[in-house]
């Protein structure tokens, strides 16, 4: 049986309004300039104005919008700047991560409470601010950067694991909601992505991609529609097989990972 994909695909990027939060470095970064090669115009947002100036201010079709997710007030002003050059927003992609790797009895509470803050409470900020205008145009595009890690409690993601979970719940819930009103959500679930975030990781990353494969691989499922788009599959099928298995068999795998 034929099955009609779960978000209405986007083939053309021409003329789109994109705003892009966590575009300074790595997957944000790549996936603004692939989107503006395709002809959209895009917003950048992030806290490091440098980066942004020195990747985007030349180009005709990039607004740069230096903000920190975690002031309202921050985000209010730079969408009425969108809205005062562009007149709407049609997609907001949250590229957005803080990550400290970490074993459970290394934690800090105050640096963990501003990680949920930065990875997941944020986007309620953008969505207060964007839904209203979507809603009324009865269309729009809300695109989430999660996390395989996201999947299962992975060693070391004792902040970071959880808050991608969460996102993951998060974009169903948005689905269930939206998708009908005629508004796309997009779960974006990388596997490992050679970025700023994963320079602090102290193993050997299977199967890593650049922030460039990794923004081909996004937009190649926005074109097919895809709910959840998830690369590269030869590592994300297997963490889902993990997620199938029974916890006794789960709990002996990570074991078997903190060991080596
Ligand atoms: N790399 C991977 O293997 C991987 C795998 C799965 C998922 N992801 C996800 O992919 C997304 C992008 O991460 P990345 O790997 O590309 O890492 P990255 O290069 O560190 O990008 C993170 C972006 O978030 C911005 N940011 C962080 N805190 C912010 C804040 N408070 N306010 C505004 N912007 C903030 C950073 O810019 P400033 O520091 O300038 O603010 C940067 O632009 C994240 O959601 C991450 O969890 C990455």
């Known amino acids: 049986m034929f099955l009609q994909p779960l978000n209405h695909p986007i083939r053309h990027w021409q003329g789109m309004m994109i705003w892009v939060v966590g575009a ?3 997957i944000g970064a790549a996936l ?22 020195s990747q985007f201010q030349p180009e005709v079709n990039a607004m740069v919008l230096p903000l920190d997710v975690n002031d309202s007030l921050a985000w209010q002003q730079a969408h009425e700047q969108i809205l005062q050059r562009w ?3 049609d997609m907001l992609v949250y590229c957005v991560a ?3 790797p970490e074993r459970v009895w290394e934690m800090q509470p105050d640096r963990a409470r501003q990680m949920v803050l930065t990875n997941l409470a944020a986007y ?4 207060a601010i964007l839904l209203p205008d979507m809603l009324l145009a009865g269309k729009g595009h809300l695109a989430l950067i999660a996390s395989v890690a996201g999947y299962v409690g992975l060693p070391k993601a004792t902040v970071y694991g959880p808050t991608k979970a969460a996102l993951i719940n998060l974009a169903e819930i948005l689905y269930n909601d939206l998708h009908a009103l005629g508004i796309n959500v997009f779960l ?3 596997g490992f992505i050679a970025t700023r975030l994963t320079e602090k990781n102290d193993f050997e990353m299977p199967a890593l991609l650049s922030p460039e494969q990794a923004s081909a691989a996004i937009m190649a ?16 099928r297997w963490l889902k097989l993990v997620q199938l298995m029974p916890y ?6 990570m074991q078997r990972l903190v060991s080596t």
């Open 24 to 26: 300074s470095s790595g």
């Open 32 to 53: 603004a300039k692939a989107m503006l090669k395709q002809g959209a115009h895009v917003a950048v947002s992030a806290r490091t104005a440098s980066a942004l100036e």
């Open 87 to 89: 007149g709407q927003v």
């Open 98 to 100: 803080d990550y400290v």
């Open 124 to 127: 309620y900020d953008a969505l």
């Open 188 to 190: 974006i679930n990388p």
């Open 221 to 236: 499922g926005m074109a097919c529609g895809d709910f959840e788009i998830h690369f590269p599959r030869r590592f994300t």
């Open 248 to 253: 006794r068999w789960r709990f002996a795998l």
